[in-house]
Structures are given as structure tokens and as C-alpha cells.
């Protein structure tokens, strides 16, 4: 990971040059004013996940509840938005893991996304990226871990509940400078899951740089690290010790590819 230049201790600086007449006790009480509280934001206080009588809900910091406590799940608001979800009454469970049907409210309580989606992640440049269990996979035994289900078809959703880019990738990631990566899968599929083939749509989801790419990594200061190649396994179990071989390198914004190193199947690592 790149490391940003440590800012100047602005801190010191004006201790430096700070007249001794002020008291302490002054610069102590100024300081409050302008630091603002873990959980609150800039317009005040945020809402806060509580659990009622096996339900959840929110409350403000003084205790009492803003939002009546009917979900089964509830995450914190950010950027007045906050991830509820219920279980779904038509397929409760997957593998014996809870089916919850995510969605997103706003302090209101108002659903501005509906509760629908098998897996939802953050809103990044606006989209969120959402998925929903694939009809030829509903009844299947998958487990519920993020994008790794091999059933889940993804999309994108605006803050209003749009669906901006339908439900129809094998994988999907968070927009990053004005691009994404999404994975249409191949012709052929291995037992292992779904073989990876990535490209990188714009946000009206046309493809800016054709799926060609084994793995893919979101954009940033316009490029993204790219594998071209494939994965054997060479463990004594089906799909075990997966080894990749291929090329790693770097795409700009015109799909350019740049190589940087290669693997011969003893490098398990992907693009850097």
C-alpha cells in the first residue's frame, strides 16, 4: 500500500508560537468546541443499533428509540444511510447459515433500498454493489461469505434504490475513479467455482476495458493491477493448494497492459 506524506505537526507550530497570557484552560475548552465525538457526525448526533425483544433497531444518544426495532439485522449510519436486513421467509437458511435480505434506510426509518438483496456492500462514488442468489442456484448449498458465493448474481443500486447496472456478474467490486471490475465469467466452468474473466465497466455499465483478466483490482491513480492466466490445483483434494500461473501487471485507462512479473505456479500471489 502506498504511504501518504505525513503532514506537518500543525499542532506544535502553533503550541511554538502560542502567547504564554492565554490560559490553558482557554485553549482546553476551544478545543472541545471543534472536536467532534466518535459517532456523531458534522450535523450531529448519529443513530445507534439496539437490539429490543429480539430485534433491532435505533436510538439516539439520549436512549430513546428513533426507529422502532423491526429488522434482524442492523448496521451503524454512515453518510445518513445505514444496511438493515431481514431473514427471508421464503428460504431462511443456506447451509444452515441465516439468508438475510439486506437493504438500506435513512434516519427516518424510511427504506430507500429495498430489503432484497443476499449480499450488499458500501456505497462507493454513489453505487453500492448488490447481489441476489441466482434462480438456477437458489436451492443450492452455498455459504454466505461476501462476493465467494458462486450463486450470487451482482449489480450496482444508487442511494434512491435504483438499480443503475442489473443484477448479472459472477463478481463485482467498489467503484473506484469512475471505473469498476466485474467478472462475466467463461464458457467453461471449473468445479473450483466460477473462472475469472474481468473487465471494467463505467457507472451507465458499458464496458470501458473488455473481460480478458484472471484477477483485477480496483483503479487507482489511473491504473489497476491485472492477472492474466489460470489457476491449477495441486493439493491431493479437490481443489486444494491452488497455485496461479500466468502474467501479472498493471492496465491504464485504455486497457494498455503493462507486465511486471510473471508465475509458473509457485507464486500464489495475484496482481500487486
Not at 88 to 108: A, K, M
Request: proline fraction near 6%.
Amino acid at each position: 500500500m502506498d504511504r501518504m506524506p505525513m503532514p506537518r505537526d500543525s499542532q506544535n507550530e502553533g503550541t511554538a508560537t502560542m502567547t504564554p497570557k492565554i490560559p490553558i484552560l482557554m485553549v482546553i475548552m476551544l478545543a472541545l468546541i471543534f472536536i467532534v465525538p466518535a459517532g456523531q457526525s458534522k450535523d450531529g448526533p448519529q443513530l445507534r443499533p439496539v437490539y429490543v425483544h429480539g430485534r433491532w433497531g435505533y436510538s439516539n444518544p439520549g436512549g430513546k428509540m428513533a426507529i422502532e426495532a423491526r429488522f434482524d439485522a442492523a448496521l451503524p449510519f454512515t453518510d445518513g444511510l445505514a444496511r438493515v436486513g431481514v431473514v427471508d421467509e421464503e428460504l431462511p437458511e443456506i447451509d444452515g447459515r441465516p439468508n438475510i435480505l439486506w437493504g438500506y434506510i435513512d434516519e427516518n426509518g424510511r427504506v430507500l433500498v429495498e430489503l432484497r438483496y443476499n449480499a450488499l456492500r458500501d456505497f462507493s462514488e454513489g453505487l453500492a454493489a448488490a447481489a441476489v442468489l441466482a434462480k438456477e442456484g437458489s436451492n443450492s448449498a452455498v455459504y454466505l461469505r461476501h462476493e465467494s458465493l458462486d450463486h450470487l448474481r451482482w449489480g450496482y443500486v444508487d442511494r434512491e434504490g435504483h438499480v443503475v447496472i442489473p443484477t448479472q456478474y459472477f463478481a463485482a467490486g467498489d467503484f473506484s475513479e469512475g471505473l469498476v471490475q466485474v467478472n462475466v465469467g467463461g464458457a467453461k466452468e471449473s468445479q473450483c467455482g466460477h473462472l475469472g474473466n474481468f473487465g471494467y465497466i463505467d457507472k451507465t455499465g458499458a464496458f470501458l476495458i473488455k473481460p480478458q483478466f484472471s484477477m483485477a483490482s480496483p483503479f487507482k491513480a489511473g491504473q489497476a493491477g491485472v492477472s492474466v492466466g489460470y489457476t491449477e490445483y495441486m493439493g491431493r483434494c479437490l481443489c486444494c493448494g491452488p497455485r496461479f500461473v500466468g502474467k501479472h501487471g498493471h492496465v491504464n485507462r485504455k486497457g494498455e497492459f503493462v507486465l511486471e512479473r510473471t508465475s509458473s505456479g509457485d507464486d500464489p500471489e495475484g496482481p500487486r
